[in-house]
T-cell receptor, first 111, second 114 residues
């Protein structure tokens, strides 16, 4: 039973355009959400997070939006750059502080 | 400042054998978590160690065990290897109460069981 779902295995975007990566969760106890980026042959790297008391968090080109009623969050990358090409993992945690990860979305940004 | 270091990077073992993977956390971190990432899947939580004790455990059999040393480094042991144990094993370090800053992951150990 997947509690964190990333339904799009891959996404292709043109350089300079917006990339939107989506994530859905089923566990209503989750109250903290994170995005990680992973390049081949490297471990995941923490990108940005959001607490359930907020609905938006921004860090440079990266913005995460949280819709608690829909149990949905999204990561926006504007503008997208070729160096953003990687696998992006959505993760969520509750009281245990142990994040549960989705399967990831592979983003390809074309020059 | 070195991040999380894992060894070895690659490993091939035979079914039924035992394996030990090692992890040195990022300087200043006191908590180590282990994850298994199968091909095409997201990382799955195995267990977390803090103050040399297993703090939490995911849905993995007892064949998976671990240890944390006084210097915060950690080992993951897997006994009676199965073909299905083939995966990338990731170690992540953090501060127990610094979770908001996210985990720092190592590059992983790629285990192949034949």
């Amino acid at each position: 039973d997947q509690q964190v779902k990333q339904n799009s295995p891959s996404l292709s975007v043109q350089e300079g355009r917006i990339s939107i990566l989506n994530c859905d969760y089923t566990n209503s106890m989750f109250d903290y959400f994170l995005w990680y980026k992973k390049y081949p042959a490297e471990g995941p790297t923490f990108l940005i997070s959001i607490s359930s008391i907020k609905d938006k968090n921004e860090d440079g080109r990266f913005t995460v939006f949280l819709n608690k009623s829909a149990k949905h969050l999204s990561l926006h990358i504007v503008p997208s750059q070729p160096g953003d090409s990687a696998v992006y993992f959505c993760a969520a945690s509750g009281g245990s502080y142990i994040p549960t990860f989705g399967r990831g979305t592979s983003l390809i940004v074309h020059p | 400042d070195a991040g999380v270091t894992q060894s070895p990077t690659h490993l091939i073992k035979t079914r039924g054998q035992q394996v030990t993977l090692r992890c040195s956390p990022k300087s200043g971190h006191d908590t180590v978590s282990w994850y298994q990432q199968a091909l095409g899947q997201g990382p799955q939580f195995i267990f977390q160690y803090y103050e040399e004790e297993e703090r939490q455990r995911g849905n993995f059999p007892d064949r998976f065990s671990g240890h944390q040393f006084p210097n915060y480094s950690s080992e993951l042991n897997v006994n009676a290897l199965l073909l299905g144990d083939s995966a990338l094993y990731l170690c992540a370090s953090s501060l127990l109460y610094g979770f908001n800053y996210g985990y720092t992951f190592g590059s992983g150990t790629r285990l192949t069981v034949v």
